[in-house]
């Protein structure tokens, strides 16, 4: 079971760049998707969550500039942001709580980070 996380570049602040994450392999039932963050000297943190029906959670820094979605048939989560400024430079990883045929608990997986740059 892997996480394949796309879309990280440069942008300058104000414009969007779109992130993707693809979740294969033998898995059997995706709970919750979500999108985490490190910046340079910080710990990690949880951006956006969306359950499997559909209830979403953004952090406070990112409300109104950020939305995430996710499509079950693909197993994919998106994240499109819009109105970015430096501070949302960091690595951006994805995260998803997954079931596999051979294990029915849930369990977190991680893509690999995917580098977002803003510039001012």
């Known amino acids: 079971v892997q996480l394949q996380a796309s879309g990280g570049g440069f942008v300058q602040a104000g414009g969007s760049l779109r992130l993707s994450c693809a979740a294969s392999g033998s898995i059997s039932t995706i709970y919750a998707m979500r999108w985490y963050r490190q910046a340079p000297g910080k710990q990690r943190e949880l951006v956006a969550n969306?359950?499997?029906?559909?209830?979403?959670y953004y952090a406070d820094s990112v409300k109104g500039r950020f939305t995430v979605s996710r499509d079950n048939a693909k197993n994919t989560v998106t994240l499109q942001m819009n109105s970015l400024k430096p501070e949302d430079t960091a690595v951006y990883y994805c995260?998803?709580?997954?079931?596999?045929?051979?294990?029915?608990?849930?369990?977190?997986?991680w893509g690999q980070g995917t580098l977002v740059t803003v510039s001012s």
């Open positions: 995260n998803a709580v997954m079931s596999v045929l051979t294990d029915a608990r849930p369990m977190g997986y």
């Open positions: 969306i359950g499997s029906g559909g209830s979403i």
